[in-house]
């Protein structure tokens, strides 16, 4: 698969997230892929158990993709990921194989407040 592509099939996994669209969503990785969460040490093999994994999550989830880069077979999506309501900033790394995800690697951050420190240095985003 060429990036124009890659890119597209990204979008398409991100929408389909959004929607709740279990299979489509999942549609992205090979059989046999494998899912990283370094923060809680989990690691989650094979595309069944991945969206498994998601089916069972009972929070209420909503997905807004901040932007898509990457080239080749690796690519970065940058997103907020709204747990019932409360919001945290995700990374996700994807690995493809074949034109499908072999391999991903997810990190989360939640919002915490600027310090005073540094308010005569920065500007106030989103």
């Given at each position: 698969m060429d990036d124009l592509a890659l890119r597209?099939?990204?979008?398409?996994?991100?929408?389909a997230s959004d929607a709740?669209?279990?299979e489509a969503e999942h549609d992205i990785y090979r059989e046999?892929?494998?899912l990283d969460y370094p923060?809680?040490?989990?690691?989650?093999?094979g595309r069944r158990n991945i969206q498994e994994s998601r089916f069972v999550q009972p929070n209420k989830k909503r997905f807004t993709v901040r932007r898509i880069i990457g080239g080749g077979d690796l690519?970065?999506?940058?997103f907020v990921l709204t747990y019932?309501?409360?919001p945290s900033y995700v990374?996700?790394?994807m690995e493809f194989r074949d034109?499908?995800?072999?391999?991903?690697?997810?990190?989360?951050g939640d919002r915490f407040d600027p310090s005073p420190s540094r308010a005569h240095l920065v500007e106030r985003v989103g």
């Open positions: 597209a099939a990204l979008q398409r996994h991100w929408d709740n669209d279990f046999d892929a494998v923060q809680s040490g989990e690691r989650i093999r690519w970065v999506s940058e019932d309501g409360v990374v996700s790394i034109g499908l995800v072999a391999h991903e690697t997810q990190y989360f």
